[in-house]
């Protein structure tokens, strides 16, 4: 089982420029979320999706848009990257309401 | 607001010693409670959870009770291995859509 794949695993950006990063997931679940991991913060949700053609924002929505392209893949883009984005994202799928979320690998995201 | 404090690490143990990860919360209502754990260059796994006060979740040799009297979930393990050495963390569930807020991470290093 391939569970959450995220792609790509590292990405050097300089500031301004845009990517997309992409998640995909094979367990049928309906939720899947965007979260990103910095020292000393843990992971604070970015945005989320409770289910195919829905997203809503999380705690740190700013600076970032999403896209539930279908029930397996939830993207997230950096329209204008900052060094403030410099993190490591983290995808997560789970079914509704468990709270039990199955993450990728990450990407680990610096912008100079 | 609403808030997961655990202890900070590093935590260094000899192997079979015995772990704590002390973990406090405060919500309104009864949230689902959480460890999650990342070992080194991966995301993160469910460890175990507890949905309801006086509920013990276990796994893997860790367990943790959920103490509404004191809002805490501290984490223990009886003899730590080698391979437990990674980054613990404690959330809770936030609403019924299985949005999580996570503590900031305790990193365990488990020595020879």
């Known amino acids: 089982n391939a569970g959450v794949t995220q792609t790509p695993k590292f990405q050097v950006l300089k500031t301004g420029q845009s990517m997309t990063l992409q998640c995909a997931q094979d367990?049928?679940?309906?939720?899947m979320y965007w979260y990103r991991q910095d020292p000393g913060m843990g992971l604070r949700l970015i945005y989320y999706?409770?289910?195919?053609?829905?997203?809503d924002k999380g705690e740190v929505p700013n600076g970032y848009n999403v896209s539930r392209l279908n029930k397996r893949e939830f993207s997230l883009r950096l329209e204008s990257a900052a060094p403030s984005q410099t993190s490591v994202y983290f995808c997560?799928?789970?079914?509704?309401?468990?709270?039990?979320?199955?993450f990728g690998q990450g990407t680990r995201l610096t912008v100079v | 607001g609403d808030s997961v404090t655990q202890m900070e690490g590093p935590v260094t143990l000899s192997e079979e010693a015995f772990l704590t990860i002390n973990c406090t919360y405060t919500?309104?209502?009864?949230?689902?409670l959480f460890w999650y754990v990342q070992y080194p260059g991966e995301g993160l796994q469910l460890l175990l959870k507890?949905?309801?006060?006086?509920d013990k979740g276990s796994n893997k040799g860790f367990e943790a009770t959920y103490r509404k009297e004191t809002t805490s979930f501290h984490l223990e393990k009886g003899s730590v291995q080698v391979s437990d050495s990674a980054v613990y963390f404690c959330?809770?569930?936030?609403?019924?859509?299985?949005?999580?807020?996570f503590g900031a991470g305790t990193q365990v290093v488990v020595t020879p």
């Open positions: 997560a799928s789970s079914t509704t309401g468990t709270g039990e979320a199955f």
């Open positions: 367990m049928n679940h309906n939720s």
């Open positions: 999706s409770a289910s195919e053609g829905t997203t």
């Open positions: 919500a309104t209502g009864y949230p689902s």
């Open positions: 507890a949905t309801k006060a006086d």
């Open positions: 959330a809770r569930s936030t609403d019924s859509w299985g949005k999580l807020q």
